[in-house]
């Protein structure tokens, strides 16, 4: 079992002690270093529970798993012939040992599972009476399935990608009544979840949210010609838009330099390094970079939840260049708190904007901090799941 950050099992008020709720977060990693969004989701959950519970984290995928899990026909021969689980390739003996070291030691009185990826223990999990059981959802995988159908030009891939998603749909409706609460990351996404689930009082928002105190901002020592795309490329709509970026902007912003940041960058993306493409894998202080770039462009055309890297901009105060999806659940508004963009021209003249407007680029991002800081703060999340467990 990994321990994430300080674990306080015990709190004094009024000179007496008094047990905190034992909270067992199981998540496919460590969400220490963060390696996508889902790390900072699972990383500010543990953070703002600590506050009020004794939490463990366990990371059901173990140390040194790949993330990178591409579909083969194998997989969906398994699924549909043998009655497999779609998560069911990541299970592990060894781990599930471990997991049951833990629920009879740690003896925890609520279990989180953070995503449907990390449900490959849930029958393990289920033989723990003792635990009222939370799924963080995240996002409704029947909406991912829908945008999927956007971004993939080879119809065997598309084939493979539809049955897979409707196998991770099919589950996804068959296990959401086990679980006592279902946290989704908007309202939007409340929406969509209601679409094919009937328990609606087990749903709660629970929105991404970002630690304001690690970022930092200085309008001086930017350089306003740097574009950043942070993203994590074992996901398919981050190497869609890292293909757009590559492919169709590029040829039209020679006077202007792009940053690649994130985990599994693919061999073609390393190709194509340049004077102006920068590949950085991993970095350990993404409000590092983002606190020098100009511009957070996010030409996202699938996908769904909300954009934590439109987040992380907001709070370093780097202007966002975005598709509506890129920014969709987070109640921004175009010309206020970022560009919108769509096509490649579009994309262009908006950075462009910002550039060449100062008074622009400091409104824009002085909002969005604002709004970001006001609905998508640590604090906020604190309260939220405070309510949520009590």
């Not at 991770?168 to 409340?190: A, G, H, N, Y």
């Not at 795309?229 to 590559?246: R, T």
Request: with cysteine; glycine share 4%; net charge negative.
């Amino acid at each position: 079992m990994g321990d994430y950050g300080q674990t306080f099992p015990k709190n004094y008020l009024h000179g007496q002690t008094v047990a905190l709720m034992r909270i067992l977060y199981i998540c496919s990693k460590l969400p220490v270093p963060v390696r996508s969004g889902v790390d900072l989701r699972v990383g500010i959950q543990v953070q703002a529970l600590e506050k009020f519970c004794d939490v463990r984290v366990f990371a059901s995928d173990g140390p040194g798993v790949n993330q990178v899990v591409n579909i083969s026909h194998e997989d969906i021969k398994n699924i549909i012939v043998n009655g497999a689980k779609p998560f069911a390739r990541r299970f592990d003996a060894e781990r599930e040992k471990v997991l049951k070291r833990t629920l009879i030691e740690f003896a925890p009185q609520i279990i989180i599972i953070s995503k449907l990826e990390s449900t490959a223990y849930l029958e393990t999990i289920l033989s723990f009476k003792n635990a009222r059981l939370i799924l963080d959802l995240d996002e409704s995988a029947h909406h991912v399935m829908e945008t999927f159908e956007k971004i993939s030009n080879n119809p065997a891939q598309r084939m493979l990608n539809r049955k897979y998603l409707q196998a991770v749909c099919d589950f996804e409706t068959e296990i959401l009544p086990l679980f006592s609460q279902l946290w989704v990351c908007s309202d939007l996404e409340i929406e969509r979840v209601k679409k094919n689930y009937s328990e609606t009082s087990r749903l709660i928002c629970v929105p991404n949210a970002i630690d304001f105190d690690k970022y930092e901002s200085d309008f001086k020592k930017r350089n306003l010609r740097r574009v950043i795309f942070p993203a994590g490329f074992s996901y398919g709509p981050n190497v869609d838009a890292a293909h757009f970026i590559i492919d169709d902007l590029l040829p039209m912003m020679q006077d202007f330099t792009f940053q690649f940041i994130g985990s599994n960058i693919p061999d073609w993306m390393k190709k194509s390094a340049s004077a102006q493409i920068e590949l950085l894998s991993n970095v350990d202080n993404m409000a590092l970079f983002l606190a020098q770039a100009g511009i957070v462009i996010i030409p996202l055309r699938a996908g769904a939840g909300t954009r934590l890297k439109a987040l992380e901009a907001f709070a370093s105060k780097t202007a966002v260049v975005s598709t509506a999806l890129g920014v969709e659940g987070l109640g921004v508004v175009d010309g206020t708190h970022y560009l919108q963009a769509s096509e490649p021209q579009e994309f262009v003249d908006a950075c462009n904007r910002l550039v060449s407007d100062p008074d622009l680029y400091r409104r824009i991002t002085d909002a969005a901090y604002e709004h970001a800081r006001a609905n998508y703060s640590l604090e906020v999340v604190s309260s939220i799941l405070k309510s949520a467990i009590d």
